[in-house]
């Protein structure tokens, strides 16, 4: 049977428990940092030491800790990119700008369980041996940023924030800083520009990777809510320990959001790939199934930016048996809830967020409420990303609203197929082209069927002269 | 019209310009501050950041226009914003935002921001609140609501005096 396994929910939603400092240190809050604090270096073989940072991010390489905020990059590989011959400061910067449609699992950390994020956090920070620190939350988490801040104050009256932390020489300042409505400024490098107070713009990589050239051109570390949480955990269990958690290359655990149409949506944490995107759906522990009397039509595995799956659609997944690699015919719904098996059936598990889709959805409805909201966010500096998803919108809206034509399927989907590829300067590009490109490849049948439908209707009402269907409102 | 910003408010505006290396870096956080004190941000207030931060009006009047959550006109006294995305759609959220409009007498086939006569209540669609699982949601002001059935969105209105 499958089953939650929680490390970071631990806590957060025990009654009685509170976000305030006195509790957290009561359930064994900032115990790990003391620990990490108080590491002395390690002698080596041949004489030298290997200093209490070092050792630290050696534990997350060991951890096999992978990103939580959509990429699902090595934790480890990205802190050892961090650019430490420079001179300049490091900088670190919490993600919590939390906007992929789909998700909501730093909601409940940051208004739940503040201190867990700020003690990771300043674990993090000791590790790559970074002084100042930012915590960028979107804008539409007003109460969020205010509880971040009593954390914060808190964390400093006692001595875990600010100069000479616990009396180490460790110095660390961390704050808030409040985006203001755009989904682009989660994307690491726009967040950076943003938080430089300027237009949330992403930057070209090559040559602007954060952890060469970052915040105020320095390198920075870009971590999401959720990776932060972890690195606590692992100084408290290490990185061995962690990795023993969820499956090989996909370790320890994930907070899956779940919604759209199942019986108990809600945040459930899983050892990565201990549970099936079925079991997720149907087991009574998570989403308890569909609504009486429905059937599973699509899935959308990894937040509205990922590839949609189709009910019964079939994959070939790659398994070691025996020593052997063979590849397995995989039900979607048999899919481990991991980075790559994901990933070899075409999608990803992105920021974890499962939206569930019955029969009774207007799949071509679906569609055009997604589209809308890349047509809205796109920040318009790539030509093909600013007018290939408002195209998009336009077509799907056009197809929603009675205007639609036959060929609007192969129309989205040559549009869709000419944005992604390098042609843009960030991840928007593919981001906002997968769900079109799935949902029109997958469900082509009803995409033509109401173009044709449409073009029909149209065609009478030319004949007769009378209109058949009210003026589409919005 | 002079504008002043009270010497509280500007004590905690000096306090967050602290926060960075870069005085620049302060402009989001010093627009929310002033879009908090006075409801939307003027074209003296933008001129009011500029100065305080060293930089040109231009400079914090392309973040008023491309940040959706500042306004350059005053919204209603209650903004209520209603998620417009996929999970909060397919938990019936396009029927609350039309149950807000038709209440409050407003069109309720437009999504962007429509305030009421007397100023009172601003209702507009906004994306993903990173609340999905527990939809619809809004926000009501700086307050989060889930799970909103067209009962409890007459209890939030009735609770705004
Ligand atoms: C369009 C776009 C939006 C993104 N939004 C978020 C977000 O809201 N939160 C987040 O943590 N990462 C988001 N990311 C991923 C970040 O760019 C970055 O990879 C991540 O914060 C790194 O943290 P991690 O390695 O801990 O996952 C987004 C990426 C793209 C391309
Ligand atoms: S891909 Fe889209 S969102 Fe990304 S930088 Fe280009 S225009 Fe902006
Ligand atoms: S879709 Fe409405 S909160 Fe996410």
Redesign the pocket.
Known sequence: MPQEFKLILKHLDNPGYTPDIECYLRHGGYDALKKALAMSPLDLADGKKKTPQEQLRDEVMKSGLR?????G?S?GL?WSFADRRSGKPIYLIC?A????PGTFKDRQIIHKDPHQLIEGMIISCFANDVKLAYIYIRGEMPKGAKLLNTALKEARAKGFLGKNILGSGYDLEIHVHRGAGA??C???TGLIESLEGKRPYPRIKPPYFPAVLGLYMCPTI????E?LCNVKHIATMGGAEFAKLGTPNNTGTRIVSLSGQVKRPGYYEIEVGKATIGQLINDPAFGGGLRPGRSLKAVIPGGSSSKVLKAGEKFKLKRKVEGKDVEVETDMLDLPYDFDSLQQAGTMSG?SAIIVIDDSVDIVGALANLSEFYAQESCGQCTPCREGSLWMSKTLHRLTHGGGRKQDAEYLAKIADNIPGGKTI???GE?CSWPVQSFVAKFKDEFVAKGAADEERRAKEAATGKKELAAAPH | MSFTVPANLEAEIDELITHYPVKRSASLMLLHALQEHFGHISPEATQWVARKLGLQPINVHELVTFYPMFRQSAPGKYQIKVCRTLSCALGGSHQLHEHFCTKLGLDPHAHGLQTTKDGKFSVEFVECLAGCGMAPVMMCNEDFHEGVSTAKADQILGGCK
């Not at chain 1, 700008?97 to 992929?100: A, L, N, P, R, V």
């Not at chain 1, 870009?222 to 809510?225: D, H, Q």
């Open positions: 990103g939580r905020g959509g990429a990059f934790c990205k993600n700008d939390e906007s992929e989904y682009i989660g994307e690491e870009v971590n999401n809510v990776t920021s960030c991840a928007f981001a």
